[in-house]
């Protein structure tokens, strides 16, 4: 995936995200899938977590940070 924060890649186990790259393939955050369905994601540099919550469809409808402020909200 490329954007304005340059390339970046992604490892996946069957469909389940776990690891994102930046262009020299360093690891920059790692995706931990709770047994609720909720994707965690840890970003290396800053060592903060953010977290994923879904729709009922499996899509991200909205990230928050470790104190509960919504980063990005989808529709």
Not at 34 to 40: E, I, K, L, R, S
Not at 60 to 72: C, F, H, L
Request: glycine share 10%; hydrophobic share 30%.
């Amino acid at each position: 995936m490329t954007d304005n924060s340059g390339t970046r890649y992604f490892l996946y186990s069957g469909s389940k995200k776990l690891l994102e790259l930046d262009g020299n393939k360093s690891v920059t955050a790692y995706y931990l899938h709770g047994a609720d369905g909720m994707v965690y994601r840890r970003k290396v540099a800053t060592d903060a977590y953010e977290y994923h919550h879904k729709d009922w469809l499996g899509g991200t409808t909205q990230i928050t940070d470790q104190s509960r402020n919504v980063i990005a909200s989808y529709y």
